[in-house]
């Protein structure tokens, strides 16, 4: 596992290409390497796409209008993904800057799912080939998402995958995120 841990971060580490024609590569081999299960195809029905690239969610706007969201990776009950490929400096202004619009994004798409479906208890953002983050809510009552486990470990490096207890946790948020809530 370790030369595959390493051979993944080689391979990602310094891409520059474009968001998308990056992120589900990226995170398609994340799951492979995690033996995680890997998204299912899109269905047209959006109620039937548990496990999808590019989930489809009506945003409502103030103005009574509607357009369409499309999450980067949606598990039901688990998370909303959205990928970023920034190409900015790691922990620089315009870094943190990005990562947090991205995580608003992210958060507008959680709130925008049916309400039969539910919030899922994580919001995950992603810059390809370079940072994890997650950020957890467990009421799951659209209360805000905070960094998780906390504000000084919810981001994740690359080069941090080679820690068992991080692939564990990924892991879990992928297969059972209910089991990381601390209460």
Not at 72 to 95: H, M, N, P
Not at 146 to 153: G, R
């Amino acid at each position: 596992m370790t030369d595959r841990i390493e051979n993944f971060i080689t391979r990602w580490t310094g891409t520059s290409g474009s968001e998308r024609a990056n992120y589900q590569l990226f995170l398609t081999e994340l799951c492979t390497l995690l033996g995680l299960p890997l998204p299912e195809p899109a269905s047209k029905d959006t109620e039937n796409n548990a496990y999808v690239f590019e989930r489809r969610v009506v945003i409502q706007q103030p103005d009574g209008s509607q357009n369409n969201g499309f999450i980067d990776l949606y598990k039901r009950d688990c998370f909303v993904l959205e990928a970023k490929q920034s190409g900015k400096t790691l922990d620089s202004s315009g870094w943190d800057k990005a990562m947090l619009r991205a995580h608003n994004q992210a958060d507008q798409y959680a709130r925008a799912l049916p309400s039969s479906e539910g919030r899922p208890p994580f919001i995950i953002v992603v810059d390809v080939g370079r940072n994890i983050e997650l950020y957890a809510e467990f009421s799951r009552s659209g209360a805000t998402y905070t960094a998780f486990p906390d504000a000084t470990s919810h981001r994740l490096r690359l080069e941090d995958l080679q820690k068992p207890e991080i692939q564990e946790r990924l892991r879990t948020v992928w297969s059972d995120p209910l089991s990381l809530d601390p209460s």
